[in-house]
Nanobody, 128 residues
Framework: QVQLVQSGGGLVQPGGSLRLSCAASEVSLDYYTIGWFRQAPGKEREGVSCIGSSGTSTYYADSVKGRFTISRDNAKSTVYLQMNSLKPEDTAVYYC?????????????????????WGQGTQVAVSS
């Protein structure tokens, strides 16, 4: 398993932006598929966005397409989720996850169980 440390998040007004970071503390993430998931109160954890090891393959849930951007800096073993035009319905605890590529990026992103290493979670609250 990989130790993942998340940062970012917080409270923002609707229409605002936040950037989440997910860093590996002891290993390189070069060969891992990385995903961002979120869980709102009373709802199941859902895949938001995922990125393949090279950074060329990405997946976005329909609800965040055009607003969120996932990227990675393998030299820093860090993956980012830039969230723009935030809406109240984006309010949730966000988790990053890592797993060697066992399927396509999109398939892994839909299957939460595909990921074995998880970050500690960070709260994102969108409210006026």
């Amino acid at each position: 398993q990989v130790q993942l440390v998340q940062s970012g998040g917080g409270l923002v007004q609707p229409g605002g932006s936040l950037r989440l970071s997910c860093a590996a503390s002891e290993v390189s993430l070069d060969y891992y598929t990385i995903g961002w998931f979120r869980q709102a109160p009373g709802k199941e954890r859902e895949g938001v966005s995922c990125i393949g090891s090279s950074g060329t393959s990405t997946y976005y849930a329909d609800s965040v397409k055009g607003r969120f951007t996932i990227s990675r800096d393998n030299a820093k073993s860090t993956v980012y989720l830039q969230m723009n035009s935030l809406k109240p319905e984006d309010t949730a605890v966000y988790y990053c996850a890592a797993e060697p590529p066992i399927s396509t990026v999109s398939t892994m992103c839909v299957m939460r169980a595909a990921f074995g290493s998880w970050g500690q979670g960070t709260q994102v609250a969108v409210s006026s």
